[in-house]
Nanobody, 120 residues
């Protein structure tokens, strides 16, 4: 069992930056592939990035490539999402998730989400 808690969301102007964190409980965090997803109002949940157990491999959605960077610190049981050059279309509820299978899923555990709002 893995319990995930996101933080770091907020409101920022277009072009600004935010750093999201996802803290995980449990001693097996390093065994999981971690992912970030987002869901905007009226839209389906969207994959943002997946990061391998050791952080060496990352897989980004085309919509965020070059702007977002994910990393993890297994000693702190935390995964991060650095978001730069934010756009209004990045506004969404951002979730982290853990997969015991692959970056493409399925994802077994989910956090409650943190809201990111980008104003124009």
């Amino acid at each position: 069992q893995v319990h995930l808690v996101e933080s770091g969301g907020g409101t920022v102007q277009a072009g600004g930056s935010l750093r999201l964190s996802c803290a995980a409980s449990g001693r097996t965090f390093s065994r999981y592939i971690m992912g970030w997803f987002r869901q905007a109002p009226g839209k389906e949940r969207e994959f943002v990035v997946g990061i391998s157990w050791n952080g060496e491999n990352t897989y980004y959605a085309d919509s965020v490539k070059g702007r977002f960077t994910s990393s993890r610190d297994n000693a702190k049981n935390t995964v991060y999402l650095q978001m730069n050059s934010l756009k209004p279309e990045d506004t969404a509820l951002y979730y982290c998730a853990a997969s015991g299978t692959s970056a493409m899923g399925p994802y077994d555990y989910w956090g409650q989400g943190t809201q990111v709002t980008v104003s124009s």
